[in-house]
């Protein structure tokens, strides 16, 4: 029973750079978040999906930020021409449908944009 | 729109001293209520919920309770120890249909021996 992973677990970007960040989540969960967590804060949503489908993208902080999960399992948060604000670590949670309530976090990669 | 509001930290105590961390809520509608807990080097794990008013969510020693009147979840444990030093979140979701979190800004918490 593995829980959330993220990939890569650190990333340095350049400004200007696109990242991908890639997240796997709980094998049969329907439901994948996706949150941002600057330094010293709580994480705040970016984006939602229920199997493949986007239901609410309305935190993600521009229209550099792109989300996809095209099969309805691994979901990846692109960011393209990186910039000094992107800086922060992003957090991927998933859980099963119908009210568990309960989300499972993964340990999120930090990014830094230099 | 909906927002979480905790006690700053950092918070600093000795051990079996009483902890207290102040969590308040506003909302529209009837949220369901969290606190998740962030160890060293861990990543984000719920620790307690409460679905409706007047519930008790409890885990570890832990509680809290769902008061609607005040809009608070208070977080409460009788005697703390060293390994509960961490930060610690309060958060909300209004599930229906998206179970998105909103988090409070989180309190640090240290347990000296």
């Known amino acids: 029973g593995a829980g959330v992973s993220q990939s890569p677990r650190y990333k340095v970007a350049k400004r200007g750079q696109d990242v991908a960040l890639r997240c796997d989540p709980i094998s049969g969960h329907v439901s994948l978040f996706w949150y941002q967590q600057a330094l010293g804060q709580g994480p705040e949503f970016l984006t939602y999906?229920?199997?493949?489908?986007?239901?609410?993208k309305s935190g993600l902080p521009s229209d550099r930020f792109f989300a996809e999960r095209p099969e309805g399992s691994v979901s990846t948060l692109k960011i393209q021409r990186t910039q000094q604000e992107d800086s922060a670590v992003y957090l991927c949670?998933?859980?099963?449908?119908?009210?568990?309530?309960?989300?499972?976090f993964g340990p999120g990669t930090r990014l830094t944009v230099t | 729109g909906n927002s979480v509001t905790q006690m700053e930290g950092p918070v600093t105590l000795s051990e079996e001293a009483f902890l207290t961390i102040n969590c308040t809520y506003t909302a529209t509608g009837y949220p369901s209520l969290f606190w998740y807990v962030q160890y060293p080097g861990e990543g984000l794990q719920l620790l307690l919920k409460?679905?409706?008013?007047?519930d008790k969510g409890s885990n570890k020693g832990f509680e809290a309770t769902y008061r609607k009147e005040t809009t608070s979840f208070h977080l409460e444990k009788g005697s703390v120890q060293v390994s509960d030093s961490a930060v610690y979140f309060c958060a909300l979701s209004l599930s229906f249909g998206n179970e998105k979190l909103t988090f409070g800004t989180g309190t640090r918490l240290t347990i000296i021996p």
């Open positions: 999906f229920q199997n493949e489908a986007q239901l609410d």
């Open positions: 409460a679905t409706k008013a007047d």
């Open positions: 949670a998933s859980t099963q449908t119908g009210g568990s309530y309960e989300q499972y």
